[in-house]
């Protein structure tokens, strides 16, 4: 199995900051690496797959980057609404696709 | 509008079972593999089961293999999930998910809102 771990557990930033989540693979993922949001009560959403294209009309200040083991999620001015828990997830492993323990990205 | 709702979640007995369903509308449902993922309360994402466009591949997680049965209906637009001989730590919000494609790459593209499945005595 392939585990992912996020890094910080907890993001304390302002409105406008710059956020940078961190995923680390156990093993190589080469770029099949996705990301996503989750905001409380509600269902995860794609933003990021194969670790930089961005999906269907997720902003740009959101982007991707990293391959092989390491990869980071850049979110380039927070907006209010991007307070939420990001979760990365790996399909180099198919079909045992894993997912990461989540960052909180929470308003300091 | 893609839109995926599931039902079917109930606390139940250590033991029992359940069967799980999620209605898609707002797209050609027999194009795309879907699957199955798993919250448990407070706690991360686990992947729990994969079918593609027409049943003809299934996958799941370790966990799950015997125990749970995924299914779809192409006619009826609509995807199941049996779940049999459940255990307290199956205790979760359960989502279907749309995969990207149709063979079933592992990139969730929509979600449902999730059914929440309690296994206790």
Do not use: H, M
């Given at each position: 199995e392939i585990v992912l771990t996020q890094s910080p557990a907890t993001l304390s930033l302002s409105p406008g900051e710059r956020a940078t989540l961190?995923?680390?693979?156990?093993?190589?993922?080469?770029?099949?690496?996705?990301?996503?949001?989750?905001?409380?009560?509600?269902?995860?959403?794609?933003?990021?797959?194969?670790?930089?294209?961005?999906?269907?009309?997720?902003?740009?200040?959101?982007?991707?980057?990293?391959?092989?083991?390491?990869?980071?999620?850049?979110?380039?001015?927070?907006?209010?609404?991007?307070?939420?828990?990001?979760?990365?997830?790996?399909?180099?492993?198919?079909?045992?696709?894993?997912?990461?323990?989540?960052?909180?990205?929470?308003?300091? | 509008e893609v839109q995926l709702v599931e039902s079917g979640g109930v606390v139940v007995q250590p033991g029992g079972s359940l069967r799980l369903s999620c209605a898609a509308s707002g797209f050609i449902f027999d194009d795309y593999a879907m699957h199955w993922v798993r919250q448990a309360p407070g706690k991360g994402l686990e992947w729990v089961s994969l079918i593609s466009w027409d049943g003809g591949h299934i996958y799941y997680t370790d966990s799950v293999k015997g125990r749970f049965t995924i299914s779809r209906d192409n006619s009826k637009n609509s995807l199941f999930l049996q779940m049999n001989n459940l255990r307290p730590d199956d205790t979760a919000l359960y989502y279907c998910a749309r995969d990207i494609d149709l063979s079933g790459s592992g990139r969730f593209d929509y979600w449902g809102q999730g059914t929440l499945v309690t296994v206790s005595s």
């Open positions: 961190s995923c680390r693979a156990s093993q190589s993922v080469s770029r099949f690496l996705g990301w996503y949001q989750q905001k409380p009560g509600q269902a995860p959403r794609l933003l990021i797959y194969d670790a930089s294209n961005r999906a269907t009309g997720i902003p740009a200040r959101f982007s991707g980057s990293g391959s092989g083991t390491d990869f980071t999620l850049t979110i380039s001015g927070l907006e209010p609404e991007d307070f939420a828990v990001y979760y990365c997830q790996q399909r180099s492993n198919w079909p045992q696709f894993t997912f990461g323990g989540g960052t909180k990205v929470e308003i300091k | -």
